[in-house]
């Protein structure tokens, strides 16, 4: 691990470490921290993306001997937690859940013991129990659902009462129904509308009575960085406020890439929460941010790409 040219380029900057940077919420937060003056560090498993402003380490969170020695060599200043396991939120035997809780709680202990001042950790609606209203912060949360929930409530409880302690200021992100073009690239919902129309393909959509909180990426982003720099601390809610059909969602961006026709609705969503959207007062009023992007100007952008993309394949037929 070499990250002394990183110090000797930003003395002056604040540094911040970012988990989860390659990840699709991580990847524009990264972009945020460096127009935001930010001296931003980055640990990553896999091969360093050069292009970007940013100190990637290599290295694995889940091995708390590499935690230890990238805390002690930037002693950053501020902490924003995002990496998590996402793909096994569903699954009845999630090892990974309590993995990343066991390396979350060691991110708190290395980043206090080397002066760190502000963290930032990151959830999501997931934790929330069902509710026919917007969510509150304080609202019930269902931990028996999934050992997602589970193990992101424990960790929110124990890294708050460790900062608490140790006099690290403290603030936990629950993220609603973000969506970007980085879904692509994952088995999330742009993602797998995108694949089915980019190969023509019918897309049978089985949810269509739900409601979403849908906050486009951008917006996520730029709340997640103001939150850390307003040192507000406690639960903030990272969402719209409004409640948005998953049927007008997709709908709406079927129409937007000329597929309406590909699309198939079916009434099956028994295992999903009916209704999820939150109450972002916290976020606007005390955080100061207020989301620009409506779901029509979210999708409008990620659809902008999906026709130049669907152009340039044509061209090349």
Known sequence: MSIGEGDRRGKMKKKVLLTGASGGIGYSVEKVLCERGFEVYAPIRQEVRVESDVHWVKGNILDDAFVDRMMAEIKPEYLIHLAWDRSSIYEKHAPLQYAFLSSGIRLAQAFAENGGKRALYAGSFAEYAASDRPLKETDVLDLSRTHYAFCKHHLHEIAERYFRVNGVSFGYARIGGSYSLEDIRRNRLIGSLWKAFFND??????????????????????????????????????????????????????????????????????????????????????????????????????????????????AEN
Do not use: M, W
Request: proline letters at 2%; glycine letters at 6%.
């Open 201 to 314: 393909q019918t897309f049978v959509f089985r949810d269509r009575s739900l409601l979403r909180d849908f906050i486009y990426i951008k917006d996520v982003a730029a709340a997640l960085v103001q939150f850390l720099e307003s040192g507000v601390e406690g639960t903030v809610n990272i969402c719209t406020g409004k409640a948005t059909s998953v049927k007008d969602f997709v709908t709406l961006f079927a129409k937007k890439v000329g597929k309406e026709h590909l699309l198939v609705f079916k009434d099956d969503c028994a295992d999903q929460v009916p209704v999820q959207f939150g109450d972002n007062t916290r976020l606007v009023k005390e955080v100061g941010y207020t989301p620009r992007y409506t779901v029509e100007q979210g999708l409008s952008e990620i659809a902008e790409e999906f026709l130049k993309a669907e152009k340039e394949r044509k």
